[in-house]
């Protein structure tokens, strides 16, 4: 038993401030004695933690800053654990996890679909990544999953140096 509030409202949608004040007020409602985790605008380890202990909340959820960069989770809950961040997810870790994604998305919708909604991901995929502009023009163009692959080996190419 527990209870999640996003702090927007339906009709802010995803503009403006969530707002946490309401959240906390349930949360600390006496008669309130389930778990209240606490949602909206929490996009770093740091907020998480501000928001954590400012409102009280027994835990956070993470919405849309996990779309195309699920190390997230692991880089709250270790800062949250220890004041430390994590290193950043290699090259290496972020095309394993692009090719796995791909392949989901391939499989439950097709080729076609799959790769037409695997366009709005490959930016926070490889977000940060020097020099990554021309890649990433790439892979929204291409409209198989065989030009695709080629443009995944050649970023293994540059980035990696991997031959397959």
Not at 11 to 22: F, I, P, R
Not at 93 to 99: D, I, M, S
Not at 153 to 161: A, H, R, S
């Amino acid at each position: 038993k527990a209870i999640s509030i996003h702090g927007r409202t339906r009709s802010q949608m995803y503009k403006g401030e969530a707002d946490w004040s309401l959240i906390a007020a349930v949360k600390n409602n006496p008669r309130m004695h389930i778990p209240v985790f606490g949602n909206g605008d929490i996009k770093t380890p740091e907020k998480a933690k501000l928001y954590k202990e400012t409102y009280g909340v027994d835990g956070i959820m993470i919405g849309r800053a996990s779309i195309g960069y699920p190390w997230i989770f692991n880089e709250m809950k270790h800062f949250l654990n220890t004041g430390e961040h994590l290193a950043p997810p290699t090259m290496q870790e972020r095309l394993n996890v692009v090719k796995q994604h791909i392949d989901f998305a391939v499989r439950w919708k097709g080729e076609l679909v799959g790769l037409l909604e695997m366009r709005s991901h490959y930016g926070n995929y490889f977000k940060g990544t020097a020099n990554f502009r021309d890649y990433r023009s790439q892979l929204v163009r291409k409209g198989t999953l065989e030009e695709i692959n080629e443009v995944l080996y050649n970023i293994e190419q540059e980035y990696l140096g991997v031959s397959q």
